[in-house]
């Protein structure tokens, strides 16, 4: 059999799990600094061919030897509750092992897809065994949201947020650092700490803006004021310095394109985490870091 699948990005710590296309392609498809999906159409693939999917890698690689799955697509919450219901049941009764306490069955969501679902949907998703979604806030300024055409505003990626975590499935956010250029650098920093302070996400990743030629920002890239490393980490340290001692999230910089890789759990490892960006901010050399400048991501 030979599997004939869409574009597969997932995120980092989504690395050694068994990538199933769920959706292809994105549904809003307009976010100026994605252009991921852009030559991809959106389609929910039919139950009969992601089951018989299911039943290939279950062959090929074993029932017991797959713990975690990631149901690829731009937001496979887009799919209809029923449809996705059908798929978490199967992967679940297929590999066992995603529902022990280690594994995991996961996705990308939309706040416009969390946001269509009625809180039942949502719990009948989370009790068929989806246990992780990752979302992308990339900024809590919502003149930023707009002016990078993400086709929400902060009100509505709090409403969903909240609404995915109060059925039970945990919430990992991303955050795009830079996302303002160097005139919102401050903006962005303070509102996105202000919007987490709302969410208190169980975890949330820093990601850094680079300009994709496949991405409709590649057209300004000769006039959008891209952030220098160190502003950058000081984007980081300012969202940390303005979260409040109630934000008990994760944090992860588990990205290609970051610049510091520090991790840890709020509030206990904070002051730390502060203080190792406050010495990276002081020392010349961060002055003179270039941006890196990723063509590919
Ligand atoms: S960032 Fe997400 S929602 Fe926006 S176009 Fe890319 S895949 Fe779609």
């Known amino acids: 059999m030979t599997i004939q699948h869409g574009i597969l990005i997932r995120p980092p710590v989504e690395a050694y799990s068994l990538l199933l296309n769920v959706t292809e392609g994105c549904r809003w498809n307009k976010c100026k600094f994605c252009g991921v999906y852009r030559n991809q159409p959106y389609w929910v693939r039919p139950l009969e061919l992601v089951f018989k999917e299911i039943d290939f890698y279950a062959m090929q690689y074993g029932r017991e030897f797959i713990d975690r799955v990631f149901m690829a697509g731009g937001s496979a919450l887009s799919a209809p509750t029923d449809h996705l219901e059908k798929v978490i049941k199967k992967i679940a009764e297929t590999f066992p092992n995603t529902l022990k306490p280690e594994g995991r069955i996961s996705s990308y969501a939309k706040n416009h897809d969390i946001l269509r679902k009625t809180p039942d949907e949502l719990r009948r998703l989370k009790e068929a065994g989806l246990k992780i979604v990752y979302m992308g806030l990339e900024s809590g300024s919502d003149k930023i949201l707009k002016m990078m055409r993400k086709g929400t505003n902060v009100y509505g990626q709090i409403k969903a947020s909240k609404k995915l975590m109060e059925s039970g499935i945990k919430l990992s956010l991303y955050i795009i650092l830079g996302l303002g250029g160097v005139p919102l650098s401050e903006e962005h920093a303070l509102k996105t700490a202000e919007a987490l302070n709302k969410i208190n996400p169980d975890k949330f990743r820093f990601r850094t803006l680079n300009i994709l030629p496949i991405s409709d920002l590649w057209a300004e ?19 940390l310095e303005n979260l409040e001692d109630h934000v008990t999230s994760e944090v992860y910089n588990d990205h290609m394109s970051n610049y510091v890789g520090i991790e840890g759990k709020l509030p206990e490892d904070k002051e730390d985490m502060i203080k190792y960006l406050k010495i990276l901010l002081k020392d010349p050399r961060t002055k003179k870091l270039k941006h890196k400048g990723l063509l590919s991501m």
Do not use: A, G, K, S
Request: net charge negative; aromatic share 10%; proline share 11%.
């Open 221 to 239: 890239r000769d006039t959008f004021q891209i952030c220098p490393p160190w502003m950058i980490i000081q984007e980081e340290l300012t969202i």
